[in-house]
């Protein structure tokens, strides 16, 4: 299943912040979460960025939308990162001399 280039490129929290022009503290001091659990939702290193969306929910947001998108979006993001090792690893599998692949 393929996504939009938009959910593939674009992490949906980025793209919500930079459309209502705040950086990333400020952002995150005016939803009430933590800027290291706002960088970690940026980046996808959280499988579910709970305190964001409850946050946002506590502002009126309707934040289901979002985290669908965002689910959608590191999905995409992951498996793209596993493409890339397994292309990477076979690579380096092929550089090496045989002996070293035993190990």
């Known amino acids: 299943m393929t996504f939009p280039e938009s959910d593939r490129t674009d992490n949906p929290?980025?793209?919500l912040r930079r459309r209502i022009g705040l950086g990333q503290a400020e952002?995150?001091?005016v939803i009430g979460c933590s800027l290291p659990a706002l960088w970690a939702a940026e980046k996808g290193t959280t499988a579910k960025?709970?305190?964001i969306l409850r946050g946002l929910q506590q502002l009126g947001y309707n934040a289901t939308p979002l985290a669908e998108r965002y689910a959608r979006?590191?999905?995409e993001m992951l498996l793209d990162e596993r493409i890339r090792l397994r292309i990477a690893l076979k690579a380096?599998?092929?550089?090496?001399?045989p002996s070293a692949r035993s190990e």
């Open 27 to 29: 952002f995150a001091r």
């Open 92 to 97: 380096e599998a092929r550089g090496q001399p």
């Open 13 to 15: 929290f980025v793209a």
């Open 49 to 51: 960025p709970a305190a």
């Open 73 to 75: 979006w590191r999905a």
